[in-house]
């Protein structure tokens, strides 16, 4: 196992004291450093939001890029280097708001990417608004009578498009989280793990208390592989939230459609041919 002090970044959080960011902070370098996987061989990609400053304070190779659009960059690095583990980290507004689309394609296709959403149900960054998982009749600072709209089930969303790991997790639960992040990195496909964050500062009603009170663990009788049982848990919410691996579905990764990408020599390493290259540029003459 490498000594978790190596994901240290050298600057302070930003977040405030209590964050849920902080433990899920905590558990990632755990789970790095379990998995032996030196900051050179792992690639985070981040969009914009308090859980996309991850990229600044865990010490690996990192983009910082726009809101809702972490997923596009981070499957460029897996088609260029499929050596690396490519990990996506963004709130729940990131994903589900302004980057939902992004997602459905990336579950279409099918890359190896580890996707975790910090999902503290509340536009964190730009100070308590609502994102599309805040509770139905949330009253914030400018939706001062309260959100009309039904919140957004990002757990039934990917089961329905048959995602490949689709998991959740709380940050409350530690060592569950530290498993199911294993298993998301070595899952072979994309894998999802909504994290239920509390943002202790804008979200006053999904606190800590509030998720422990509620959540509950899978147990083994539970089988992700059968699609009709993974729809009816992604139905539950409310009084009980299972957190653990609710759906799995082995299929064809991204890579495998393109015989160019699969094979051993990631095209990063790939010789290139400058007279082959420079008569392609010829053509889009
Ligand atoms: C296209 C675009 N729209 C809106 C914003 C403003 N903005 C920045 S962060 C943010 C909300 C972030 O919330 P979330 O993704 O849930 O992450 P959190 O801060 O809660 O971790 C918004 C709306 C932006 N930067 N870009
Ligand atoms: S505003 Fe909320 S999400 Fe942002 S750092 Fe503070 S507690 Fe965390």
């Known amino acids: 196992m490498l000594n978790k002090e190596i994901y240290q970044a050298d600057q302070d959080t930003a977040w405030c004291p209590g964050c849920g960011n902080l433990p899920l902070r905590n558990v990632l370098a755990d789970v790095l450093a379990e998995l032996e996987l030196s900051p050179t061989d792992v690639a985070m990609f981040t969009g914009i939001g308090q859980a996309a400053k991850m990229v600044h304070y865990i010490k690996v190779n990192g983009l910082n890029g726009l809101h809702g659009r972490a ?5 460029g690095m897996r088609i260029a280097n499929h050596k690396l583990k490519v990990i996506v980290e963004s ?20 890359p190896d990417i580890a996707h975790f959403v910090h999902n503290n149900q509340i536009y964190g960054l730009t100070k308590g608004q609502a994102s599309p998982t805040t509770e139905e009749g949330t009253t914030t600072t400018v939706q001062p ?3 009309t709209a039904k919140p957004f089930n990002p757990i039934k969303f990917a089961v329905a498009m048959e995602a490949s790991f689709v998991a959740r997790g709380f940050v409350g639960n530690q060592e569950q989280l530290k498993e199911l992040m294993k298993e998301a990195l070595n899952h072979r496909g994309y894998a999802l793990i909504d994290i239920l964050q509390p943002c202790v500062s804008f979200n006053k009603l999904n606190t800590y208390q509030w998720y422990s009170k509620r959540v509950y663990q899978l147990d083994e009788q539970y089988d992700p592989t059968d ?15 299972p957190t653990g691996v609710i759906y799995r579905n082995e299929r064809p990764i991204f890579r ?9 020599t990631p095209l990063v390493e790939k010789e290139i041919n400058p007279k082959e290259l420079s008569e392609l540029v010829d053509e889009f003459k």
């Open 71 to 75: 997923l596009p960059p981070a499957l």
């Open 91 to 110: 709130g729940d507004g990131d994903t589900y708001g302004e980057g939902g689309n992004h997602l459905l394609h990336n579950i279409r296709r099918n």
């Open 145 to 147: 009578n309260g959100i």
């Open 227 to 241: 699609y009709q049982a993974a729809l009816q848990k992604a139905e539950e919410w409310g009084d009980n939230i």
């Open 256 to 264: 495998d459609k393109f015989p160019q990408l699969d094979d051993n």
